[in-house]
């Protein structure tokens, strides 16, 4: 499911789509090369869906041509431990792309998987541990599934009425972003009541969803593969930014540890929750720094140049999107055109 770009951004992928300008950026702010960040990899549903979630999903048709379009322009397909060994080099004689996959969805095994072995590429998937764990319940999904289903979705929540109309897309998506707030403040303590009263009756149960998320048996089968690195991506995926320090360091050394009982090996990568300024600050990046791995990652526009050798606890992630699958968008990113526009003259792109 693709969207159409906002005006300014249309015009400029039209503009560097015909006139290839952006390119002569590409050795000025192209730096070492980049970290993609990316979520699921899934065939196009065919039915209406809600943004929220379509936009973490690319098709397997789409991943395939990001690799050759790498592959193309002379990019190495790297590990995260072959962008730590760069950075630290502080040189790289070919640019490198390192692809990345957030959360531990189950497609990760199924379909991202074969088509990186069949590619004879290294990718990496940072782990949430509650999902194998079966500690989370992807609401985000059911709730998708509800709002698609239900017109009017009404339920009573601490003694309050909230009653949504769903006829049609935009109301659809108002629905979704306003419950979604409501379950995003549920403090974590109350979260399985806050679900129990918005989806009791409804015939959408969490069970149903448990199959969205990897096992810790897929999860070894993938770790099997020297192609595949495992990197830890906290317990629960809350938002760090709101969490006290002890919770933060527990939650980011336990789902490493897990890991580590799981694969029976060191897990040396790390990725923060949602990643964004919102949920990642000075502390955080702190903490994680001080847990001991090869590299922590945030998202946010910005290729690798050697300067981040002293930022290797907040280094930046430049994320695709199902919003957008256009080659020529990537093409900017891989160039630090957006990142110009986002961050400035600023090579260095960290917190
Ligand atoms: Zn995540």
Known sequence: MTNPMPRGLRLLTAFCRLT?????LCPLLGGMGLILVLHRVLPPSPGPRIMANARIEITPGFLEQLILFFRGRGYDIVSLDQVHDRICRGSSETPFVCFTFDDGYADAL????PVFRRQQAPFAVYLITGFPDRLLIPW??????????QDPVCFTWQGREFCYPCSGADQREQAYAAI????LATPAGELDGCLEAIFAGTGIRAGDYDRLMLTWDMVRRMAADPLVTVGAHTVHHFNLRELPPDMVRREILASRQVIEEHIGGPVRHFAYPFGSPAEVGRREVEIAGQCGFATCTMVKEGTIVAGHRDHLAALPRVEVTGRYQDLTLVDLR????????????QRVVTL
């Open 334 to 345: 891989r160039c630090g055109v957006l990142s110009l526009l986002r961050n400035g003259p």
């Open 20 to 24: 290839g300008l952006h390119r002569t």
């Open 180 to 183: 979604r707030q409501l379950i």
């Open 110 to 113: 199924e379909v991202i998987h």
């Open 140 to 149: 985000w999904y059911m709730l998708e599934d509800l709002v698609l289903r």
